[in-house]
DNA sequence: TAAGAATTTATTGTCAACAATAATAAAATA
DNA sequence: TATTTTATTATTGTTGACAATAAATTCTTA
């Protein structure tokens, strides 16, 4: 499953992991990108304790670099840092995804409305290709979740990608979409139904191709607010069974 | 004059100096806020090319520190960073500036819609008072811009510290608000009129006081898109002077 | 035995030396 | 002379040791 995922992004060049700079040309940056791998996979729990000595050990480096990479993992709200009394990685209460999904509400809607602006007319039939993709594996593989998210995320990307603001598309990507993987590899085992977001994005499309900006964005914003409100259901029914 | 300001800030503890966190307990922290504010004032200069060796003997700390802070720096937008390259204090062309205050707008648009429904009436009280003791200064002091601005940060910070999301509030005022404060360093110079800005502000908190997010939303974009149609109209003739 | 103070241990913050890379200058060739 | 190649220098990346602080433990006393 995985592997047709990375060799649709290969073929295509339009998927998430394939535009993520990945620069890894330091030891610091390397060890960045891999414990942010092993944070939002889970490979290292939520809430726990980071000690600089063991972890630096266990990634074979010296505290320097682990360090530097920790000080990116804090800017990116990924573990937090206390003077003199070291670090944990975050955990994702409610609070907190609730503050991501708003976000992402605000700054994607407004990228939606830029991008309805800078869009050039292949951009926009490069996204109704994209949906069409979408939909055609949605009917051959009925149920295998992770394939749909991963497209989801490659649809989100694509329009924010052309809203020609480089702050924002720096912040979506590599902040507000990181901490989102990681709610979704915790709401991953939960079943949902892909065709209304298809809907949704077809809809979006649509106003993006009549240059309607403001319909864009107003669009865009509900559907992620819609997302969060599915999201928060889940996960109230999560801790309800967990304080029984 | 800048007492003036500092006292009142005391005072009613609602000022943006008084808010922002401060910790300095690390001298790497302690070194990262001295060469933020260097860089915000155009002590160090745009565009100026970071030595570590040298900055780091200018503040009498090692290299260590000195790098972590750069990472923060970087990771505000303050400093740029090539691996095995060095770093540079960015410069403010007209394409930044307008990426800011786009952000700026989508941000702090939606912060006010939160604001709006969270905020007590205490809380919108307080708007008021402050609204009109702007309004009494800048019959006093008129043409004192430095406190005019400060006063202008005020009430926006007022309002987005209400919205409540910690994701908002951290970025907003560590990241946007520190890039904002170097571009009117670099506009100081340039008198501008604080009257519209004052009714905008009215109008606004008019907006929250009515409970009406949408208004108080769209109000506050249009606030923030009209300041920077002017700090736009200016930077483009400071081009013009110098092209000539 | 329980609470508080003092001591020890563990962990982070800082430093200065070393290695690796990129920018610069010098030399060689066309 | 212009251009490529080579050597030099300057600057960043990395490391391990040391100092300062916080957490844990032991000891004392009520």
């Known amino acids: 499953m995985l592997n047709l995922v990375f060799i649709l992004n290969i073929v295509d060049n339009m998927g998430v992991n394939s535009l993520q700079p990945n620069k890894q040309d330091t030891l610091s940056e390397h060890v960045f990108e891999q414990i942010k791998e092993d944070i939002i996979t889970g490979a290292i729990p939520q809430g726990c304790k980071i000690v600089e000595t063991d972890l630096a050990k266990s990634y074979h480096i010296s505290r320097g670099p682990l360090r530097e990479a920790l000080h990116k993992l804090e800017s990116i709200h990924l573990v937090d840092r206390r003077p003199h009394s070291g670090s944990r990685v975050v955990t994702l209460?409610?609070?907190?995804?609730?503050?991501?999904?708003?976000?992402?509400?605000?700054?994607?809607?407004?990228?939606?409305?830029?991008?309805?602006?800078?869009?050039?007319?292949?951009?926009?039939?490069n996204l109704y290709r994209l949906l069409e993709k979408h939909e055609s594996s949605i009917e051959r593989s009925e149920g295998q979740r992770y394939f749909q998210k991963e497209g989801d995320l490659d649809f989100h990307y694509y329009v924010f990608s052309k809203c020609q603001n480089q702050w924002l598309i720096d912040y979506l990507n590599n902040k507000l979409y990181q901490v989102l993987r990681m709610c979704r590899h915790r709401t991953s085992q939960i079943p949902f139904r892909v065709e209304p977001a298809l809907h949704d994005h077809y809809a979006i499309v649509d106003a993006i191709n009549n240059r309607d900006p403001e319909l864009a964005e107003i669009l865009m914003r509900r559907h992620?607010?819609?997302?969060?409100?599915?999201?928060?259901?889940?996960?109230?029914?999560?801790?309800?069974?967990?304080?029984?």
């Open 93 to 125: 209460d409610i609070v907190m995804m609730r503050d991501v999904y708003q976000m992402r509400e605000a700054m994607e809607g407004f990228a939606t409305r830029l991008a309805c602006v800078a869009m050039s007319q292949a951009d926009i039939d």
């Open 224 to 244: 992620i607010s819609g997302a969060w409100k599915v999201v928060e259901k889940l996960l109230n029914q999560e801790e309800n069974k967990e304080s029984k």
